[in-house]
């Protein structure tokens, strides 16, 4: 009735006032509202045409489209009044428009009416359950100061009963379906809210929702994820929609606002109806913190995900809100923790931001990964003087590999299959891309220091042969400080420097090329084989004698380039006779040969350098004294338990034995 006479009085203040006052040029209104701070009063202000009519327009919850009569403008189109918020059933967050001079007049911006506390404005902490049949819910009411409530209507008691305890409001849900509740204060009918209640089938899963109670800005739009249902979305009602907009795309509930203070809650189900949830919303301001992440730039690559912690406003709900490019990379959000999942090469930017307003942006680049991997260098970084090269060897991706960039003038790169060569020209620093065929990249960061001529560098050998667990030392000499520049594989060896000596121990069998510098000087490259620890196998009769066998019992045929465990032997012995001065390695090299010499020198053996019959036993004589040796088949076996084939079987090795010392003589004698 109320709202009825307003209406009314206002179509006949237009038709007295209108046509009368429709000579003044119109302006458009202002209007402005504030709490007073007094009971539900707020102070009206609103300005334009002198001597009209004021209309105040708005959507009352429970009744609709409102036009009220306030007034009219001063001589200098000035109005303002103070109102009861509760008399014309306005509520916090509800969108108010001023009009003047008529419904057809000009017409304000739209304002949210300002948060009132009053007894007699009754709040609800929620205004939409979704509860299953036989289960309950409880719904907390707000100023109701000493008045009791009571259920003013139930639209479908059917589906659910509403029982009463002072402050608190209990849903029970029936059968499946959906109610509207209504609650009032007794003695106040003016603020009667509403409660939308949905009740699934007993035993009925919720919606799930990323996120049920949001904080939404002006300007902002929330995204919040569903799943669950069908699959197939769309909204049941929305307790507030002045305050709080809100739409479907997809399993996406986008949220918005155009006010600062007010709440609604949105009941989201799927489209047969049989599953929903609720997600509450409230109206806020822009938060000033930033938002910051643990790496602004990040790279991935295809097929691979990368994580990035995000750091802002505390309390908030952080989320994605756009993707430049989301065929390029995945985003994915969850709490403060960002998911990046590349899918094809490319980059993208990708904005994230708090329910508070306040947003930031990141880079992502996607590389391409082919099927054999990341590439990858042996070294990422390389330090070299002037006039030194060095070999960067490539593996992963996908070949041919491709360099470029660089600085010419301070290195320069050669590319053969897997081994990239660096030479440094002059003095700076250089970066190198190098590429796999499908694409993705590396970079090789160069460094050029300037060498030092007058520096002499050189190391005892700059070839070292060994076996798996075989180390070896290199005397270094110069006139600087020694380090090592490079290794090109140090899973098959590792190469350490100590003063002026340089150790390498044999890991893995293969070649790795090792640099050694002198500060301020020249480099030289050391060239490293390690070979299998595999021992030579000498075969032996199935059965053979027992015999009185020495500590250790020379047998085979040794040369320059024999290596196995009777090498190392070998020159343990020499060394124990003073003629071998080096580290046994069991390799059969130029140290190794010119010791048998001298040991051959000593004991009236021809010096040819190879250890032959009469070489064995001398060696035997002095690991066993008391054993015989020329009793003694190079098997281990008594010549006088030997059979037939046996027999057979040592001439045969005789004879390649006489045959590989005839060898040696005529390489010695030229012949």
């Not at 038709?15 to 007094?38: E, Q, R």
């Not at 590319?415 to 891309?433: E, H, Q």
């Not at 090592?484 to 420097?497: G, K």
Request: aromatic share 4%; with cysteine; hydrophobic share 35%.
């Amino acid at each position: 009735m109320k709202h009825t006479l307003a209406l009314a009085l206002g179509v006949v203040l237009i038709g007295s006032f209108g046509f009368a006052y429709s000579v003044f040029a119109t302006v458009t209104p202002t209007l402005s509202l504030s709490a007073t701070g007094t009971s539900d009063n707020v102070q009206i202000t609103i300005t334009g045409d002198p001597n009209v009519s004021v209309l105040l327009s708005y959507t009352e919850a429970g009744s609709g489209p409102q036009i009220v009569s306030l007034g009219s403008t001063n001589s200098n189109g000035s109005f303002s009044e103070v109102v009861s918020s509760a008399t014309y059933g306005l509520t916090s967050g509800t969108l108010v428009t001023a009009m003047l001079n008529g419904t057809s007049g000009p017409e304000s911006p739209t304002v949210a009416w300002p948060t009132v506390t009053s007894a007699n404005a009754l709040s609800l902490n929620q205004n939409a359950v979704v509860l299953n049949a036989g289960s309950s819910a409880t719904i907390t009411a707000t100023n109701i100061g000493s008045s009791s409530l009571y259920v003013s209507s139930n639209s479908n008691p059917s589906v659910a009963n509403v029982s009463i305890s002072g402050s608190q409001i209990t849903v029970s849900g029936n059968t499946a379906g959906s109610t509207t509740i209504t609650l009032c204060q007794v003695g106040n009918t003016t603020t009667c809210p509403s409660v939308s209640a949905v009740v699934e089938q007993a035993g009925a899963s919720q919606l799930s929702l990323s996120q049920t109670n949001a904080s939404v800005v002006s300007g902002q739009n929330l995204p919040i994820t569903i799943s669950g249902g069908n699959g197939s979305y769309e909204i049941f009602n929305n307790s507030n929609a002045n305050v709080i907009q809100a739409s479907i795309s997809g399993s996406v509930l986008t949220l918005s606002t155009g006010s600062t203070s007010g709440s609604s809650s949105i009941t989201v189900c799927s489209s047969d109806l049989a599953e929903c949830g609720v997600v509450t919303a409230t109206a806020g301001s822009t938060s000033s913190v930033a938002i910051s992440f643990s790496n602004g730039a990040p790279t991935v690559s295809t097929s691979q995900s990368t994580t990035i912690n995000i750091y802002g406003p505390s309390g908030v709900q952080f989320y994605v809100s756009s993707n430049s490019s989301p065929s390029v990379v995945q985003a994915n959000l969850s709490g403060t923790t960002l998911t990046l999942t590349g899918i094809e090469a490319g980059s993208s930017t990708i904005s994230v931001c708090a329910s508070t307003g306040t947003c930031s942006m990141l880079t992502a680049t996607v590389q391409y990964v082919a099927n054999g991997g990341n590439i990858a260098l042996s070294q990422n970084t390389l330090s070299l003087l002037s006039g030194q090269n060095t070999n960067v060897t490539i593996s992963g991706g996908e070949q041919p590999y491709t360099i470029s960039g660089g600085t010419s003038s301070v290195s320069q790169e050669t590319l053969n299959g897997t081994t990239l060569t660096v030479y440094g020209v002059a003095p700076g620093t250089s970066s190198v891309n190098v590429c796999s065929a499908g694409g993705g990249c590396i970079l090789l960061l160069v460094t050029v220091n300037g060498a030092n001529a007058s520096s002499v560098f050189s190391m005892s050998q700059n070839n070292v042969s060994l076996v798996v667990g075989q180390n070896s030392t290199i005397s270094l000499s110069g006139n600087g400080s020694y380090y090592l520049s490079s290794n090109t594989t140090p899973t098959v060896a590792s190469v350490t420097v100590s003063g002026s000596s340089a150790v390498v121990d044999g890991l893995s069998p293969g070649n790795t090329n090792a640099t050694i510098c002198e500060s301020g000087g020249s480099c030289a490259t050391l060239i490293v084989t390690i070979n299998s620890a595999t021992p030579t196998t000498v075969q032996t009769s199935p059965t053979p004698t027992t015999v009185t066998t020495p500590a250790y019992t020379f047998t085979e045929y040794l040369a320059p380039g024999s290596q196995d465990a009777e090498v190392t032997e070998l020159q343990n012995v020499l060394a124990s006779q003073g003629d071998f001065s080096a580290t046994a390695t069991g390799y059969y090299g130029d140290q190794t040969e010119a010791a048998v010499i001298k040991f051959q020198a000593d004991h009236d053996i021809d010096q040819l350098g190879v250890v032959g019959p009469a070489t064995r036993s001398a060696l035997n004589q002095i690991e066993n004294t008391t054993a015989s040796s020329n009793t003694t088949s190079s098997s281990g076996t008594s010549v006088a338990n030997m059979t037939l084939s046996q027999l057979q079987a040592e001439v045969q090795s005789l004879e390649s034995q006489l045959t590989q010392v005839l060898n040696r003589i005529s390489q010695l004698t030229g012949q």
